[in-house]
């Protein structure tokens, strides 16, 4: 089919839908697909996808498992 050909039966079928949650999915997806792909990443897109005990957990094995530096030693 030709894109304008796919875009007419697309809408044909939405408004055959009575379904309110695949409304709304289908608004999701479209609102996703809007977004820019590349977007410069910070550290509170991250806030909240680790709880406090896994950073701690986190932190006490990168203080067992770290090398202790000692500046003497490449002298």
């Known amino acids: 089919m030709h894109t304008i050909e796919r875009k007419i039966h697309l809408i044909e079928e939405v408004l055959k839908i009575d379904n309110e949650s695949i ?3 289908l608004e999701v997806a479209l609102e996703k697909s ?3 792909k590349n977007k410069k990443r910070s550290i509170y897109d991250f806030v909240g996808v680790i709880t406090n005990e896994e950073a701690k957990q986190m932190k006490k094995a990168i203080k067992e498992t770290a090398e202790t530096i000692n500046a003497d030693d490449w002298k």
Do not use: E, F, G, S
């Open 34 to 36: 809007k977004k820019p």
């Open 23 to 25: 409304l709304q999915a």
